[in-house]
Protein backbone atom coordinates (compact mmCIF):
# COMPACT_ATOMS: atom_id res chain seq x y z
CA UNK A 1 0.00 0.00 0.00
CA UNK A 2 1.64 3.24 -0.90
CA UNK A 3 1.85 6.07 1.67
CA UNK A 4 2.30 9.74 1.28
CA UNK A 5 5.63 10.89 1.99
CA UNK A 6 6.14 14.07 3.91
CA UNK A 7 9.34 13.76 4.99
CA UNK A 8 12.80 13.78 3.06
CA UNK A 9 16.55 14.55 3.61
CA UNK A 10 15.49 17.98 2.49
CA UNK A 11 13.28 19.11 5.27
CA UNK A 12 14.01 16.50 8.06
CA UNK A 13 14.69 19.20 10.65
CA UNK A 14 11.67 21.13 10.01
CA UNK A 15 9.82 18.00 10.16
CA UNK A 16 10.89 16.75 13.54
CA UNK A 17 10.36 20.33 14.89
CA UNK A 18 6.76 20.33 13.51
CA UNK A 19 6.07 16.61 15.40
CA UNK A 20 7.55 17.84 18.48
CA UNK A 21 5.11 20.60 18.14
CA UNK A 22 2.03 19.01 17.56
CA UNK A 23 2.96 15.83 19.94
CA UNK A 24 3.15 18.29 22.61
CA UNK A 25 0.03 20.59 21.91
CA UNK A 26 -2.13 17.02 21.99
CA UNK A 27 -0.64 16.58 25.24
CA UNK A 28 1.36 13.39 24.06
CA UNK A 29 4.52 15.22 25.14
CA UNK A 30 5.48 18.06 27.67
CA UNK A 31 9.01 19.70 27.74
CA UNK A 32 10.61 16.51 26.34
CA UNK A 33 11.22 16.11 22.91
CA UNK A 34 11.65 13.45 19.87
CA UNK A 35 15.04 13.23 19.10
CA UNK A 36 16.00 11.36 16.37
CA UNK A 37 20.11 9.44 17.67
CA UNK A 38 21.48 6.29 18.98
CA UNK A 39 20.43 7.24 22.22
CA UNK A 40 18.51 4.62 23.82
CA UNK A 41 16.32 6.88 25.55
CA UNK A 42 15.65 8.73 22.84
CA UNK A 43 14.66 5.45 20.87
CA UNK A 44 12.29 4.50 23.80
CA UNK A 45 11.21 8.02 23.97
CA UNK A 46 9.88 7.48 20.25
CA UNK A 47 8.48 3.80 20.69
CA UNK A 48 6.23 4.91 23.47
CA UNK A 49 5.17 8.10 21.68
CA UNK A 50 4.09 5.64 18.36
CA UNK A 51 2.42 3.49 21.00
CA UNK A 52 0.42 5.80 22.51
CA UNK A 53 -0.79 7.61 18.95
CA UNK A 54 -1.84 3.55 18.21
CA UNK A 55 -3.54 3.36 21.23
CA UNK A 56 -5.25 6.51 20.64
CA UNK A 57 -6.04 5.15 17.16
CA UNK A 58 -7.80 2.00 18.07
CA UNK A 59 -9.78 3.93 20.79
CA UNK A 60 -10.83 6.34 17.68
CA UNK A 61 -11.69 3.43 15.98
CA UNK A 62 -13.81 1.67 18.65
CA UNK A 63 -15.70 5.54 18.96
CA UNK A 64 -16.10 5.21 15.69
CA UNK A 65 -17.12 1.56 15.16
CA UNK A 66 -20.22 2.42 17.49
CA UNK A 67 -20.98 5.54 16.15
CA UNK A 68 -21.23 3.26 12.82
CA UNK A 69 -23.53 0.98 14.50
CA UNK A 70 -25.55 3.40 15.98
CA UNK A 71 -26.06 5.18 12.75
CA UNK A 72 -27.01 1.73 11.15
CA UNK A 73 -29.41 1.04 13.53
CA UNK A 74 -30.70 4.88 14.04
CA UNK A 75 -31.24 4.34 9.57
CA UNK A 76 -33.16 1.24 10.34
CA UNK A 77 -35.19 2.81 12.94
CA UNK A 78 -35.40 5.72 10.18
CA UNK A 79 -36.81 2.98 7.63
CA UNK A 80 -39.13 2.16 9.84
CA UNK A 81 -40.49 5.24 10.55
CA UNK A 82 -40.37 6.24 7.10
CA UNK A 83 -42.82 3.08 6.55
CA UNK A 84 -45.04 4.14 8.97
CA UNK A 85 -45.38 7.57 7.97
CA UNK A 86 -45.75 6.33 4.32
CA UNK A 87 -48.98 3.87 5.80
CA UNK A 88 -50.34 6.59 7.67
CA UNK A 89 -50.31 8.95 4.90
CA UNK A 90 -51.95 6.35 2.88
CA UNK A 91 -54.22 5.59 5.71
CA UNK A 92 -55.21 9.63 6.42
CA UNK A 93 -55.61 10.12 2.08
CA UNK A 94 -58.17 6.98 2.60
CA UNK A 95 -59.75 8.72 5.41
CA UNK A 96 -60.22 11.97 3.52
CA UNK A 97 -61.71 9.75 0.86
CA UNK A 98 -63.91 8.74 2.80
CA UNK A 99 -64.72 11.66 4.30
CA UNK A 100 -64.94 13.36 1.05
CA UNK A 101 -67.66 10.46 0.31
CA UNK A 102 -69.96 10.68 3.78
CA UNK A 103 -69.76 14.73 3.20
CA UNK A 104 -70.77 14.37 -0.67
CA UNK A 105 -73.87 11.85 1.07
CA UNK A 106 -74.41 14.28 3.72
CA UNK A 107 -75.04 17.28 1.09
CA UNK A 108 -77.41 14.68 -0.97
CA UNK A 109 -79.30 13.45 1.96
CA UNK A 110 -79.92 17.41 3.03
CA UNK A 111 -80.93 18.19 -0.40
CA UNK A 112 -83.10 15.11 -0.73
CA UNK A 113 -84.54 16.58 3.16
CA UNK A 114 -85.39 19.76 1.91
CA UNK A 115 -87.13 18.02 -0.84
CA UNK A 116 -89.44 16.23 1.30
CA UNK A 117 -89.75 18.84 3.86
CA UNK A 118 -91.27 20.87 0.79
CA UNK A 119 -93.28 17.69 -0.68
CA UNK A 120 -94.53 17.09 3.09
CA UNK A 121 -95.57 20.69 4.44
CA UNK A 122 -99.19 20.08 4.27
CA UNK A 123 -98.74 16.99 6.25
CA UNK A 124 -96.63 18.53 8.57
CA UNK A 125 -99.56 20.94 9.16
CA UNK A 126 -102.29 18.75 9.47
CA UNK A 127 -99.72 16.79 12.15
CA UNK A 128 -99.73 20.63 14.02
CA UNK A 129 -103.27 20.60 14.10
CA UNK A 130 -103.71 17.08 15.13
CA UNK A 131 -101.40 17.49 17.84
CA UNK A 132 -103.33 20.62 18.95
CA UNK A 133 -106.77 18.63 18.68
CA UNK A 134 -105.11 16.13 21.01
CA UNK A 135 -103.70 18.28 23.43
CA UNK A 136 -107.46 20.07 23.86
CA UNK A 137 -109.19 16.91 23.85
CA UNK A 138 -107.09 15.59 26.74
CA UNK A 139 -107.48 18.87 28.48
CA UNK A 140 -111.24 18.39 27.67
CA UNK A 141 -110.95 14.80 29.00
CA UNK A 142 -109.11 15.70 31.93
CA UNK A 143 -112.06 17.79 32.73
CA UNK A 144 -114.22 15.34 32.37
CA UNK A 145 -112.61 12.91 34.47
CA UNK A 146 -112.87 15.62 37.23
CA UNK A 147 -116.54 15.54 36.75
CA UNK A 148 -117.27 12.16 36.98
CA UNK A 149 -115.09 11.24 39.88
CA UNK A 150 -117.40 13.94 41.69
CA UNK A 151 -120.31 12.34 40.46
CA UNK A 152 -119.12 9.23 41.69
CA UNK A 153 -118.52 10.61 45.01
CA UNK A 154 -122.06 12.31 45.06
CA UNK A 155 -123.35 8.56 43.87
CA UNK A 156 -120.94 6.99 47.01
CA UNK A 157 -122.51 10.03 48.98
CA UNK A 158 -126.43 9.21 48.20
CA UNK A 159 -126.00 5.35 48.30
CA UNK A 160 -124.80 5.12 51.74
CA UNK A 161 -127.16 7.47 52.56
CA UNK A 162 -129.55 4.81 51.37
CA UNK A 163 -128.10 2.32 53.34
CA UNK A 164 -128.49 4.06 56.00
CA UNK A 165 -131.85 4.69 55.66
CA UNK A 166 -132.69 0.87 54.56
CA UNK A 167 -131.57 -0.18 57.85
CA UNK A 168 -133.94 2.15 59.48
CA UNK A 169 -137.06 -0.22 58.08
CA UNK A 170 -138.99 -2.55 59.90
CA UNK A 171 -140.91 -5.44 58.04
CA UNK A 172 -142.46 -9.00 59.29
CA UNK A 173 -141.92 -12.53 58.16
CA UNK A 174 -144.81 -15.62 58.51
CA UNK A 175 -143.14 -18.90 59.96
CA UNK A 176 -145.76 -21.68 59.07
CA UNK A 177 -145.15 -25.25 60.12
CA UNK A 178 -144.06 -27.35 57.42
CA UNK A 179 -146.55 -29.91 56.57
CA UNK A 180 -145.58 -33.88 55.76
CA UNK A 181 -147.40 -33.51 51.91
CA UNK A 182 -147.78 -30.25 49.73
CA UNK A 183 -150.00 -29.59 47.28
CA UNK A 184 -150.33 -31.60 43.88
CA UNK A 185 -151.97 -28.29 42.49
CA UNK A 186 -149.40 -25.66 44.28
CA UNK A 187 -147.70 -23.03 42.13
CA UNK A 188 -144.28 -23.43 42.49
CA UNK A 189 -141.46 -20.75 41.55
CA UNK A 190 -139.67 -21.16 38.70
CA UNK A 191 -135.91 -22.03 39.16
CA UNK A 192 -133.76 -19.05 37.34
CA UNK A 193 -130.28 -19.89 37.25
CA UNK A 194 -127.65 -17.85 39.85
CA UNK A 195 -124.81 -16.51 37.58
CA UNK A 196 -123.89 -13.56 39.57
CA UNK A 197 -120.42 -14.47 40.91
CA UNK A 198 -119.19 -15.66 37.81
CA UNK A 199 -120.52 -12.28 35.95
CA UNK A 200 -119.00 -10.53 39.63
CA UNK A 201 -115.50 -11.94 38.05
CA UNK A 202 -115.60 -11.07 34.88
CA UNK A 203 -116.48 -7.84 36.32
CA UNK A 204 -113.37 -8.18 38.47
CA UNK A 205 -110.81 -9.38 35.84
CA UNK A 206 -111.84 -7.12 32.98
CA UNK A 207 -111.79 -3.76 35.91
CA UNK A 208 -114.53 -1.33 33.36
CA UNK A 209 -117.13 0.72 33.36
CA UNK A 210 -118.78 -1.37 30.35
CA UNK A 211 -118.45 -4.72 32.70
CA UNK A 212 -120.23 -2.95 35.67
CA UNK A 213 -123.25 -1.78 33.96
CA UNK A 214 -123.90 -5.07 31.94
CA UNK A 215 -123.69 -6.70 35.67
CA UNK A 216 -126.66 -4.08 36.85
CA UNK A 217 -128.25 -4.92 33.30
CA UNK A 218 -127.94 -8.29 34.59
CA UNK A 219 -129.08 -7.89 38.25
CA UNK A 220 -132.20 -5.71 36.87
CA UNK A 221 -133.55 -8.21 34.33
CA UNK A 222 -133.07 -11.14 36.92
CA UNK A 223 -135.45 -8.98 39.97
CA UNK A 224 -137.51 -8.02 37.06
CA UNK A 225 -138.26 -11.63 36.47
CA UNK A 226 -138.41 -12.22 39.89
CA UNK A 227 -141.13 -9.68 39.87
CA UNK A 228 -143.14 -11.01 37.39
CA UNK A 229 -142.56 -14.36 38.85
CA UNK A 230 -143.87 -13.03 42.24
CA UNK A 231 -146.50 -11.23 40.54
CA UNK A 232 -147.74 -13.97 39.09
CA UNK A 233 -147.28 -16.88 41.89
CA UNK A 234 -149.17 -14.36 44.06
CA UNK A 235 -152.19 -14.00 41.29
CA UNK A 236 -152.18 -17.92 41.25
CA UNK A 237 -152.75 -18.11 44.93
CA UNK A 238 -155.19 -15.86 45.30
CA UNK A 239 -157.14 -17.74 42.28
CA UNK A 240 -156.76 -20.55 44.08
CA UNK A 241 -157.49 -19.09 47.43
CA UNK A 242 -160.57 -17.14 46.57
CA UNK A 243 -163.37 -20.11 47.58
CA UNK A 244 -161.79 -20.91 50.62
CA UNK A 245 -161.88 -17.04 51.78
CA UNK A 246 -164.91 -17.39 54.16
CA UNK A 247 -163.52 -20.43 56.04
CA UNK A 248 -159.94 -18.71 56.12
CA UNK A 249 -158.61 -16.86 59.01
CA UNK A 250 -158.71 -13.19 58.46
CA UNK A 251 -155.42 -12.97 60.70
CA UNK A 252 -153.20 -15.37 58.39
CA UNK A 253 -154.71 -13.69 55.11
CA UNK A 254 -153.26 -10.89 56.76
CA UNK A 255 -149.40 -11.90 57.48
CA UNK A 256 -149.82 -13.84 54.18
CA UNK A 257 -150.36 -9.67 52.75
CA UNK A 258 -148.33 -7.67 55.22
CA UNK A 259 -145.40 -10.37 53.62
CA UNK A 260 -146.07 -9.81 50.25
CA UNK A 261 -146.29 -6.14 50.67
CA UNK A 262 -142.76 -6.15 52.33
CA UNK A 263 -141.04 -8.25 50.04
CA UNK A 264 -142.60 -6.49 47.25
CA UNK A 265 -141.23 -3.05 48.72
CA UNK A 266 -137.67 -4.70 49.42
CA UNK A 267 -137.62 -5.54 45.60
CA UNK A 268 -139.60 -2.75 44.42
CA UNK A 269 -136.18 -0.47 46.27
CA UNK A 270 -133.63 -2.77 44.77
CA UNK A 271 -134.56 -2.46 41.29
CA UNK A 272 -134.98 1.33 41.83
CA UNK A 273 -131.41 1.51 43.39
CA UNK A 274 -130.10 -0.63 40.18
CA UNK A 275 -131.94 1.70 37.83
CA UNK A 276 -130.23 4.56 39.73
CA UNK A 277 -126.93 3.38 39.35
CA UNK A 278 -127.92 2.32 35.40
CA UNK A 279 -129.35 5.70 34.34
CA UNK A 280 -126.18 8.05 35.67
CA UNK A 281 -123.35 7.76 33.27
CA UNK A 282 -120.50 8.10 35.54
CA UNK A 283 -116.32 7.13 34.92
CA UNK A 284 -115.13 4.58 37.42
CA UNK A 285 -111.46 3.99 37.72
CA UNK A 286 -109.89 1.35 38.53
CA UNK A 287 -109.18 2.39 42.64
CA UNK A 288 -112.80 2.94 42.46
CA UNK A 289 -113.66 -0.34 41.20
CA UNK A 290 -112.53 -2.39 44.39
CA UNK A 291 -115.05 -0.48 46.42
CA UNK A 292 -118.21 -0.75 43.65
CA UNK A 293 -117.27 -4.59 43.41
CA UNK A 294 -117.69 -5.05 47.08
CA UNK A 295 -120.91 -2.90 46.87
CA UNK A 296 -122.63 -5.41 44.09
CA UNK A 297 -120.95 -8.37 46.44
CA UNK A 298 -123.33 -6.50 49.37
CA UNK A 299 -126.34 -6.27 46.02
CA UNK A 300 -125.90 -10.25 45.24
CA UNK A 301 -126.17 -11.43 48.94
CA UNK A 302 -129.07 -8.93 49.62
CA UNK A 303 -130.81 -10.53 46.29
CA UNK A 304 -130.41 -13.75 47.03
CA UNK A 305 -131.55 -13.26 50.45
CA UNK A 306 -134.85 -11.26 48.74
CA UNK A 307 -135.05 -14.88 46.75
CA UNK A 308 -135.42 -16.89 49.71
CA UNK A 309 -137.64 -15.13 51.20
CA UNK A 310 -139.73 -15.12 48.40
CA UNK A 311 -139.27 -18.29 48.54
CA UNK A 312 -140.17 -19.08 51.93
CA UNK A 313 -143.47 -17.16 51.18
CA UNK A 314 -144.36 -19.76 48.13
CA UNK A 315 -143.61 -22.42 50.12
CA UNK A 316 -145.49 -20.74 53.41
CA UNK A 317 -148.73 -19.78 51.23
CA UNK A 318 -148.44 -23.53 49.44
CA UNK A 319 -148.19 -25.27 52.31
CA UNK A 320 -150.79 -23.16 53.97
CA UNK A 321 -153.08 -24.01 51.14
CA UNK A 322 -152.49 -27.50 51.39
CA UNK A 323 -153.74 -26.99 55.49
CA UNK A 324 -156.41 -25.83 54.48
CA UNK A 325 -157.63 -27.94 52.05
CA UNK A 326 -156.54 -30.91 54.32
CA UNK A 327 -157.76 -29.41 57.03
CA UNK A 328 -154.94 -29.64 58.62
CA UNK A 329 -153.66 -27.72 62.22
CA UNK A 330 -151.39 -24.33 61.47
CA UNK A 331 -149.35 -22.42 63.09
CA UNK A 332 -148.66 -18.16 62.34
CA UNK A 333 -146.38 -16.98 64.51
CA UNK A 334 -144.87 -13.20 63.18
CA UNK A 335 -141.67 -11.60 64.24
CA UNK A 336 -141.83 -8.05 63.58
CA UNK A 337 -137.97 -6.67 62.96
CA UNK A 338 -136.54 -10.24 61.93
CA UNK A 339 -133.55 -10.33 59.65
CA UNK A 340 -133.10 -6.76 59.93
CA UNK A 341 -129.36 -7.43 58.62
CA UNK A 342 -130.94 -7.55 55.03
CA UNK A 343 -130.65 -3.96 55.03
CA UNK A 344 -127.22 -3.57 56.50
Do not use: W
Amino acid sequence: MATNVFCDSTNLKESIQYVNYKLKDNGILQNEKVRFSDDVKDKCRVVNVLYQLLRRNEVDVEEKEKLLERIQTDSIEFRKNLESSKQLQRNLEQSLKERQVQEDRINMLEKENKFLKKENKHTMNSLDKKSQIEAAMKAELSMSLKKREQQMESLRGNYDSIKRRKGNNSYCSLIIKEPQKSHVNAPILPVTYDNEESELQKVSKHEDYEGSSLFFQNIKNQNQKLQRCLNDTVSSLEALLRPLYKSYPDSLIKCFEQNAVVLDARLQNQIRLVKELLNQKRYVSVEDLESLTDELESSLKYTRKLEEENKKLIDGLTHGYALISDQLDYKQPINRGQDAGLFG
